[in-house]
């Protein structure tokens, strides 16, 4: 598929509207932040009630139900954990879809399959409510510098494009409807195999006799062609022994498993991927979930004796 980039344009914005979030996790709280800084009037609603406080002192008006939500913004946007989520706030009890009206829009910048995608979007265009897939690159820190892939109808990217650029430094539309899910999946798979790789490295280094940070600030300092900014992020984390989350194994897990089962889906049986999630979920049976990916070395270190 040929990617294309909608022109990049000085777009007059218009802050005089309301904005819908449903999920305010790690990522939708700096959404929210942002929006609310600049100048949208945001209207939440998540299960967390601690969730919703904190937005709430941001500036965000709380609602209960999405349907709410829906019945009071014209465009929504979504950042949830998964497909199963997406899922119940789109189409069930109380749902966005119940309260949404005609040429509202929807845009899921959550981490889900393209085909619950394409469903959702099928199940929105039937009562005439737009809907756009796109989810975020980047760490939750570079909120306003993310680069969103988006799939969808151009003229509803175009629409939306404001609100996006609020939070992204770039807004690339990549083609029809899933199409920005299968890119996040696909990258989900790259992200996968560097942090293992990492991770296996500095623990076979502990074998070998030489210091992991020895290892690290080397090849960091170099021009290698194998340095990377993942790489940095997670090498320096292992060094430090500082596994507190910035992204947990546990959504490692969940992101690979469904970057997987798209490519199984399209014929194409990822090889690497599979072993990788091997690895992750070691990790998770460990108890290991909810620490940021580098804490997978600790699953090397076992099966080494390098500990």
Known sequence: MLVTQIAQRVVARDTDMDIGLVGVGTMGILIVSTLVKAGYRVVVCDIDPGALKRAQE???RRVDYPQTVAEQTEVTLLALPGPPQVEA????????LAGAQSGQAIVDMSTVDPATTRRMGACAEAVGVDYLDA????RPS??????LPVGGEPETVARCRPVLEVLAHKVIHVGPLG???????LNALMFSA???????????????????????????ESQAATVSGLFKEVGAKIVARDFTPIFPIDLLCKDNQLAITMARACDAPPVLANTVQVLNELASARGLGTEDT????????ALLDAE
């Open 135 to 138: 989810p975020i690159l980047g």
């Open 58 to 60: 941001l500036g965000a």
């Open 194 to 220: 560097i942090n293992a790789m990492t991770a296996e490295m500095m623990a076979i280094s502990v074998k070998a006799g030489l210091p992991p940070r020895v290892l690290f600030e080397t090849i960091s």
């Open 179 to 185: 199409a920005g899910h299968t890119l996040k999946l």
């Open 294 to 301: 580098s804490a997978l070395v600790k699953v090397y270190e």
């Open 142 to 147: 570079a909120v306003g510098g993310w680069v």
């Open 89 to 96: 706030v789109v189409t069930g009890d109380h749902g966005l």
